[in-house]
C-alpha cells in the first residue's frame, strides 16, 4: 500500500479535511463565514451525501449522516463514500487528509474503502505509475476512539487484499507456480510467518496425481506451498487450515475454452491469492491463532503430455478420477491439498477457489457461494464476518443425492456432474477428500471484475481476505 496511513492529534488550519457529520451540522468554527454556511445548507437539503468546500487555503468535504436499513448495509454505504472520495481528492490533487468525526466505526470503513479505491495495478503502464507517484501519500485520522492500534490493523488488511490483487493481476508469463512460490517468501519473511515449497520431484513422491496430472500439458513445473502462522499462545490447539487453488493460468487444458473466456484466466489463481493475502493480515496483525495455508500451484496447458478426457488419475489418498473435462481442473489440485490438510488433524478447513462459472451465473459479483461439513456455529460465523465486510455469503446444500452425479463406471469418481448444479456437484467433489470440519468458498463470481465496483476496482479485487481475516479476529477473541 503506497499510501501511509496513520492517526493525529490535532487538525490544522490548513490541513485538507474529511469530516463525518453526526447531525447534519458541522462543529465549530469549520465553515468559515456565511456564504459557506449558506452552500452547505442548500446542498444539504437538496440530499447531497459528500459537500465539498473549497476554502483556498484546504479542501474541507462534509459527508452527510448516512443510515441504511440495517448496521452492515450503513457501514458499506461508508466505504462507498470513501471510494468517491478518493475519485474527488485525486481530481483536486490532494496530497494529505485528515479525516474527523463521526462514529469510530464509520470514519474506519470510509478510511478503507477510500484506501481501497486507491489500488492501482501500475507495473506495466508508465502513465499509471506517474498517478500514483503523484497522488494521495497519507490519511490520518482524528478520533478520540481511535487508536494506533486500529489505524494499524486496518492498514494490515488493506495491504493482505492489494497483495492479493497484484498477484490476480500479474500476468502468467512473470507468475508462473514456481514464481508464486517465491512470491509466498517474500511475504512470508516480509509478515512473519514461515513457508516451505514442494518441488516436482517432492510431489510426485507424494503421489499428487490431481496436481500432477494437471501440470502434465504445461512446460512449467508445480509446486506445493505450506504456509505456516503460530502465535506464541494461539486459542486453536488444533490449526485453522485455508486452501487456495493456485491454477495460474487456465486454458482448459484439451477441453480448450473458448478465447473470449480465456482472456482473464490468470485470475483463476484467485483463492490462493485469498490464502496469503489473509496469512498477511494476521501475521502483522499477531492474531493470536494458529493457521496453516496450503495452495497447489500450476497452469492449465493443454500441451505435451496433457491429460485427457477419459483419463483416470489417482488423488494422494488413493481415490481414482475419472477426468471427463479436462477444465474442471482446479478441483483435481484442491483434493491433493485437502487430502493433505488431515495430516494437522486441523480444527476447520475452509478452501476458497474461483472454481465454477454456475457459481458467479446464480449469484453474479455479489457475494460468494458456500457449503460444507462445518457446524452451524462455524457457518454462522462466517456468514457473520461476510455480513460486516460485505463479503457475502449464500450457502448451497450437499444433499447426499447429489454424490450419485459424481458416480463413473471406471473409476471412484468422476470430475465433472453434469450441466444441472454444477457448483454444487464440484463441492461435492471436495467434499469427498475431507474427514474434518470444512467450508469451501466458491469465488467465481467476485475475484475478478470486468468493470469497476466503487472500492473494488476492477480486475483483481482479493476477495477473501478481509471476510477470513474478520472471521480469524472472532475465532481469537
Known amino acids: 500500500m503506497s499510501i501511509k496511513l496513520k492517526t493525529a492529534k490535532a487538525i490544522k ?20 463565514n456565511e456564504a459557506e454556511r449558506h452552500y452547505f445548507q442548500r446542498k444539504l437539503k437538496s440530499k447531497k451525501e459528500l459537500i465539498a468546500i473549497n476554502q483556498y487555503q484546504r479542501w474541507v468535504f462534509l459527508v452527510a ?11 458499506e454505504a461508508y466505504r462507498k463514500q470513501g471510494a468517491s472520495l478518493y475519485k474527488r481528492l485525486k481530481q483536486e490533487e490532494v496530497k494529505k487528509v485528515k479525516i474527523s468525526g463521526g462514529q469510530a466505526s464509520q470514519v474506519l470503513a470510509l478510511a478503507e474503502g477510500l484506501l481501497l479505491a486507491a489500488y492501482t495495478f501500475s507495473s506495466y503502464r508508465k502513465e499509471l505509475k506517474e498517478v500514483v507517484a503523484s497522488g494521495l501519500k497519507e490519511v490520518s485520522i482524528v478520533h478520540p476512539e481511535i487508536s494506533s492500534r486500529d489505524v494499524q490493523e486496518l492498514g494490515n488488511i488493506v495491504a493482505g487484499t492489494c497483495l492479493a490483487r497484484d498477484l490476480i493481476n500479474e500476468p502468467v508469463i512473470s507468475l508462473n507456480a514456481n514464481q508464486l512460490s517465491k512470491a509466498f517468501k517474500k511475504a512470508g519473511k516480509e509478515s512473519g510467518f514461515k513457508v516451505e515449497v514442494f518441488d516436482k520431484p517432492r510431489i510426485k513422491s507424494l503421489k499428487m496425481g490431481g496436481l500432477l496430472g494437471v501440470n502434465a500439458g504445461s512446460e512449467d513445473p508445480p509446486t506445493f506451498n505450506i504456509l505456516e502462522y503460530k502465535s506464541d499462545n494461539p486459542v486453536n490447539a488444533q490449526p485453522y487450515v485455508i486452501v487456495g487453488k493456485g491454477v495460474t493460468y487456465d486454458t482448459g487444458g484439451l ?12 485470475s483463476d489463481m484467485g483463492g490462493s491469492a485469498a490464502v496469503i ?9 499477531k492474531l493470536p491463532i494458529h493457521l496453516i495455508g496450503l495452495v497447489p500451484a500450476t497452469d492449465n496447458r493443454p500441451g505435451g503430455n496433457a491429460i485427457v478426457p477419459g483419463d483416470v488419475i489417482t488423488i ?3 481415490t481414482t478420477v475419472e477426468v471427463l473435462n479436462t477444465d474442471a481442473e482446479g478441483r483435481l489440485i484442491l483434493a491433493d491439498a485437502l487430502a493433505f490438510a488431515k495430516k494437522y488433524k486441523p480444527a476447520l478447513v475452509i478452501d476458497l477457489a ?26 454462522n460465523q462466517l456468514r457473520q464476518a461476510g455480513e460486516e465486510t460485505y463479503e457475502r455469503l449464500v450457502e448451497f446444500p450437499l444433499w447426499k443425492e447429489y454424490r450419485s452425479y459424481l458416480k463413473s463406471d471406471i473409476a471412484d469418481l468422476k470430475n465433472i456432474g453434469g450441466r444441472m448444479a454444477g457448483a454444487i456437484t464440484a463441492g461435492m467433489f471436495l467434499k469427498h477428500f475431507t474427514d474434518y470440519e470444512w467450508m ?10 470486468d468493470s469497476p465496483d466503487g472500492y473494488r476496482g476492477k480486475n483483481g479485487t482479493g476477495a477473501g481476505v478481509r471476510l477470513l481475516y474478520h472471521f480469524f479476529k472472532k475465532l481469537a477473541q
Open 65 to 75: 449522516p448516512i443510515t441504511e436499513d440495517s448496521p452492515e448495509y450503513t457501514v
Open 255 to 266: 477441453s480448450l475454452k473458448p478465447s473470449t473466456s480465456m482472456d482473464t484466466m490468470k
Open 316 to 318: 494422494s489418498d488413493g
Open 277 to 285: 493475502g489473509t496469512m498477511v493480515a494476521v501475521a502483522k496483525n
Open 354 to 379: 474461483t472454481l465454477t462459472g454456475a457459481a458467479a451465473v446464480a449469484i453474479g459479483k455479489e457475494g460468494m457461494v458456500m457449503m460444507g461439513s462445518a457446524s452451524e456455529e462455524y457457518k
Open 440 to 449: 469451501h468458498l466458491d469465488i467465481a463470481g467476485v475475484a475478478f471484475l
Open 13 to 32: 488550519d490548513k490541513d485538507d479535511l474529511i469530516v463525518l457529520l453526526s447531525d447534519g451540522e458541522p462543529d465549530g468554527d469549520l465553515l468559515t
